[in-house]
């Protein structure tokens, strides 16, 4: 980040924002309107300049043009490039995932998938259309040809997501090496994903062989997940167990198998919350960010769910 901005005004510009985001408890209200009147009703109290006949479209567009307004002034603040980023580089992924699946079933991909990126999803189907990836920037240009060359290979969705998967993490990491916070967090949430794919497996009764390890698992996690299993084990409360060496703890191992997504996010959150930055650190920031994107999607599948009934 600039030294040349002042931390304290920055941190309280931050604050500010923050102090506009939803409650949870604002957010479960509007996500429970019955009707899109309502729905937009609430959001007028919350102060959304938003119209009474205003459509989806119109919606979605007013969300996103105000978040990457944010993203622009936090942005003109800070100066890394690369912290801001990683930011939109899953958003990047999700929709190339959407191009490539478009492709691999031969369906009009809806234009409601659209998600906050950087990448206009137009540009990336002309560059799936014409095999070339190169008019992308760096590093996505190249993970993206990777991932494409996967599939022009095997034409196997379940593998070439995984590709993707696997390529986004490493993409993240390459954003991250800057920045010890996002660093750690992104090695934790690859270690987290590596044990939710084992109880998954183990959840399916079925036994994972060191070929699936090799094929599923996302390396440069905390933990070397394939050295820290018995590969022979159907024992899921085993697999739990890799939560302690990540010092997480308070875990109900009855419990919190019901739900993994909602635990790695549980984690996540908390890692967020305690992690101990220092001067000019992009922590509060990114959080910041990722409460703000949370909402945005909290409320664009709220009002889609509302036009789908009517």
């Known amino acids: ?15 500010g924002l923050s102090a506009k985001l939803l409650t949870k408890q604002k957010l479960e209200k509007i996500k429970n309107s019955k009707t899109i009147e309502k729905f937009l009703n609430l959001l007028k109290k919350e102060g ?58 031969n369906k009009e991909t809806k234009s409601f998938n659209v998600f906050l990126s950087d990448i206009d999803q137009e540009e990336i189907k ?36 995984i590709k993707i998967d696997q390529e986004m993490y490493q993409t993240l990491l390459k954003f991250a090496r ?21 109880i998954r497996s183990l959840n399916l009764n079925k036994n994972i062989t060191e070929k699936e390890l090799n094929l599923c698992l996302i390396e440069n996690g905390i933990l070397d997940v394939k050295n ?14 890799l939560y302690e060496k ?17 635990l790695e996010e549980k984690i996540l959150k908390e890692f967020d919350e305690t992690y101990i930055f220092e001067s000019f650190s992009f922590t509060p920031i990114f959080n910041f960010i990722v409460s703000l994107k949370k909402e945005i999607e909290i409320l664009k599948e709220t009002m889609l769910k509302l036009n789908m009934k009517n």
């Open 178 to 198: 800057n920045n010890k916070f996002l660093e750690k967090r992104t090695k934790l949430e690859i270690t987290l994903k590596n044990i939710n794919f084992l």
């Open 246 to 262: 990540l010092n997480i703890t308070n875990l109900n191992l009855n419990e919190e198998i019901v739900n993994i997504e909602k």
């Open 1 to 15: 980040m600039k030294k040349s901005v002042d931390y304290s005004f920055l941190m309280g510009y931050v604050s």
């Open 126 to 161: 002309e560059c799936i259309k014409n095999k070339d990836f190169s008019s992308l920037k760096k590093p996505f240009n190249i993970a993206f040809k990777n991932c494409f060359n996967v599939f022009l290979e095997l034409q196997n969705k379940k593998q070439i997501d």
């Open 48 to 105: 959304f300049k938003i119209k009474n006949e205003t459509k989806y479209k119109e919606f979605e567009d007013l969300l996103e043009k105000s978040f990457y307004k944010t993203i622009k002034e936090l942005k003109s603040f800070c100066g890394d490039s690369e912290e801001f980023e990683y930011i939109f580089c899953k958003n990047n992924f999700l929709n190339f995932k959407i191009c490539l699946n478009e492709e691999f079933s």
């Open 228 to 241: 820290q299993i018995n590969l022979k084990t159907k024992n899921v409360k085993d697999i739990l167990l």
